[in-house]
């Protein structure tokens, strides 16, 4: 380890010469960022290898969390950061002519998630390791990830995102640890002469999946855990064997293609399911390779398979990882020569679940056939499964047909993964407490009948290094030099700047810092968008994936009528506010890219417009990302949570803000509800229906937009605007799907109904902000309440109650 800065200096301007054959003088940014990160990755060789070594030995159990996600951005700061490396190597850096945040600028963001999901899984990983805890990810390493987002007219327009393009210094090939999963074929169970059913699978098709592995470091231990990504590969004997079975020798390339692409590109898509075959084979390919390699582990230590569940935890991050539970069950029964009893208790044993969403339309199921044909032996299994568990059903509930028809988990055609999920697993578990309770009281209630036991909450978290820390250098300085740093490693400790909550030069203070970040952000933004903000303004942001229920549309209709306002009384006075948006739609997804659209035109109309221009604007940053949301939470006076209540299972960002000093305007929805709980009414702006009342509304159908739309001349006069001449239609119809959701279909988010509410309150946070000594306070008390919500809570309740678990990694 270079422990001193000329240390530092001395092996940079080496690598830079052995690995670039450049000298410093001569030396670009991206040359310096790839001496920089192959220097940080042999820095972390020697703790990985100890690490994993010492996993070996202990025989301690290893978690491994299965996501089709890693939403894990940029890796030079967190690296360096965790490692205790940063003013070391910045000041070096410097002494030679770089600048560290520039560096960091040349690291493409691994976008291999779409939103939360994917972020979460990050986050988990930067915990266990700093916690020391052994847990471990398997994902897949898509060649593309999230899309690129351009705008091109104000319309979304998606670009294969090449972050491989540049090499990412972090990961190591292992092809020593490759394992083969298998699709399509035939099955036939044969007996023994002993008896026993064997399964013998032929003609089917084999494709490598070859792991890199990237290193995940602990903050101030010496533990570095591994995110194991799954990459596909065509062998030569695969194509052989395929090329003579169809008798034809020229389509190597397409055969190599045909599997090579199921590594190929991320699903942009966190909405609707859609039955895609490849989808399909990806989620597959994950979890075979995935379970192929714990299993391998695990045969390391020479123990019974008994007692695999006490040396393994198989975590499934939503159902797409679901097929964990057949495939674990196929290594024991027929790999292993395991009965079904045993392999099934091992295997609800070794696996727990997390759900991360009610919305109907994006639970996953898949047709019969399509998992028949494509995983024969997976299929056999879980239909067995199914036989198995509608068998103990009927005998508890004899004649209770409609139980079993609802519980079942093939059903019309259909295999449902969050029953298979459920059913093959000792935990279930929500990510806030609301969205538990949904599931348990609604969502899976007859489940819960069943299985109260499983179920259990765990209210997300984030990791308070990357989303403080690191992206908050002089807020992180001004808590260290006023409660000591002790609330790195136990982020409670927040607590304690309750004691400066009137202490107006503390205010004072923080109220700089915010300010200071505010201008940066203002600065990135002339550059990155072209549009002048002003840092006096309040900044009002909402960041996350473009969808219906997050109600992006609700914020951009109160822009139309603070527009209106401002446009029809000249002595309309407003607390300036700069509006900022930024958000990705799925590409299939028509409505969510009309949405942007009419951001667009609206931020078109109030930026030129010079009678409402100084004091409002609207920016919309495109191709969100995690090292864009690095830059704005810092910068955030209003974090924008507005969900129709019950729809967003926790939400994160929402954490992110406070944690950064951003009040939260939210309905009580997710982990609002938490945010709420803990800073109380003086603290929070929430406002609109709760989760009951929009429950009780879609129960009993009396909701009316069109009835909201008649009685309330703000909302008609606004939505007037989408469909007939203004500034906004210029007399097209380009809004007229959204004109046609809100009234013709019924409004299904509600957000007629909440618009008064949001109005109200979006004046209320107006008239708030002027008074800055009141405003810092909210500021400080939610930074000082905002402890909980450090994924490292999250990880010890997962560690002590799902994975039972202690750490074990190498703690310093
Ligand atoms: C099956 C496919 C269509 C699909 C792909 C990705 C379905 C869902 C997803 C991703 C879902 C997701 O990101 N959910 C979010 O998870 C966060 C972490 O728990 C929550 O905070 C957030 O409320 C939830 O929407």
Known sequence: ????????????????????????????????YRALGSLVKDEMNRNWLKTARQYEESKEKQVYYFSMEFLIGRLLGNNLLNMQLLSLVKEGLEELGFSLTELEEEENDA?????????????FLDSLASLGYAGHGYGIRYKYGMFDQRIIDGYQVELPDRWLAREFVWEVRRPDEAVEVRFGG????????????????DHYEQVRAIPYDVPVVGYGNDTVNTLRLWSAEATDHDTLVKASKDDDFNNFLEHKRSLEEISEFLYPDDSHEDGKRLRLKQEYFLVSAGVQSAVR?????????????????????DTHPALVIPELMRILMDDHGLGWEEAWEITQASVSYTNH???????????????????????????????RFCQSLWEKHPGDFDRIASLAIVADGFVKMAHLSIVGSHSINGVAKLHTDILKKREMKIFYDTFPER???????????RWLLHSNEPLSKLITDSIGDQWIQEPERLEDLMQFKSDRSF?????????????????????YAGIQIDPASIFDVQIKRLHGYKRQLLNALHIMHLYNQLKTDRRYKMTPRTFIFGAKAAPSYHFAKKVIKLIHTVADVVNNDPAVNNQMKVVFLPNYSVSLAEKIIPATNISEQISTASKEASGTGNMKFMMNGALTLGTMDGANVEIHELVGDDHIYTFGLSSDEVLEYYKNGHYSSRQVYEQDDRVRHTLDQLIHYSPFSKGETEFQDIYDNLITFNDEYFVLKDFASYIDTQARIGKDYKDVNLWNKKSLINIARSGKFSSDRTIQEYASDIWKIQPTGILK
């Open 186 to 201: 035939e099955v036939d169970m044969v007996r023994t002469k002993a008896g026993r059913l064997e399964c013998h699978h």
């Open 1 to 32: 380890m270079f422990s001193n800065k000329e240390d530092f200096k001395q092996a940079f301007s080496e690598r830079l010469q052995t690995d670039l054959g450049k000298k410093v003088e001569s030396a670009s940014e991206v040359d310096a």
């Open 111 to 123: 976008g291999l998630g779409n939103g939360g999901l994917g972020r979460l899984a990050a986050c």
């Open 357 to 387: 969403t009610t919305l109907s339309e994006a639970l996953e199921t898949w047709p019969v056939g399509l998992v028949r044909s494509l995983l024969p032996r997976i299929y056999m299994i879980i239909d067995e499964i199914n036989e």
């Open 297 to 317: 582990n695990f045969e390391r230590l020479n123990l019974p398979l008994a007692s695999f569940p006490e040396h393994a935890a198989l975590h499934i991050n």
């Open 507 to 527: 205010l004072k203070e923080l109220n700089g810092i915010k300010q200071q970040k505010k201008e940066e952000l203002a600065d990135f933004i002339k550059g």
């Open 455 to 465: 179920f259990n909450n765990k209210t997300n978290g984030i990791t308070h290094r």
